[in-house]
């Protein structure tokens, strides 16, 4: 299969786990896609501003919203995320495909049939490895998507650079 997820107990720890991994991927001259999270802690707030950078060298683009201090709702901007989800996917219709593709995460947006999942689909049907960050608020519906063919990975970068190697023969 071509489908990998990893999941991780700690807030923005699996942001940290696929940056590092697409770090150590660049340095290796590895074709990349996609996006990985950044979060930066907002010293007026409990929450964080999240920002993705688009891979290989794409712009970062902050997909997080201010709402006030008193919203409840979901601080992501949909439209933020779907201006990073039309570069990866640019990024799948040139000549030379990414030899993987990175997801932040399959969160609500992708559980509800949005955000990176026809990415995801695509890079699949073009024979693209996909490794993705899941949490536990989606990992049915991820399942679901993947028809319970995508493989957990030991969150740890080597875990995810060895499936990558046995994906890619």
């Known amino acids: 299969m071509l489908l990998a997820y990893v999941m991780t107990p700690d807030r923005g720890a699996t942001d940290r786990l696929l940056s590092e991994l697409a770090d150590r991927l660049q340095a ?3 074709a990349l896609a996609g996006i990985v999270q950044t979060n ?27 709402l006030g201090a008193q919203a409840r709702g979901c601080r992501l901007d949909p439209s933020a995320l779907e201006l990073a989800v039309a570069q990866v996917s640019r990024s799948l219709q040139g000549e030379s495909l990414p030899e993987v593709l990175i997801v ?15 990415v995801i689909g695509e890079a699949m049907a073009l024979g693209v490895p996909v490794i993705s960050g899941v949490n536990t608020l989606n990992v049915e519906a991820f399942q679901e998507f993947a028809g319970g063919l995508a493989v ?7 875990a ?3 499936w990558l190697t046995q994906a890619r023969q």
């Open 160 to 162: 995810m650079l060895d």
């Open 28 to 30: 290796q001259g590895t």
């Open 40 to 66: 930066t802690e907002c010293h007026d707030s409990a929450l964080c501003d999240m920002d993705v950078r688009v891979l290989p060298q794409g712009e970062t683009i902050r997909i997080s919203q201010s």
């Open 104 to 118: 932040n995460k399959f969160g609500k947006h992708e559980a509800e049939g949005r955000g990176m999942r026809p």
């Open 152 to 158: 957990a990975v030991e969150p740890r970068v080597e």
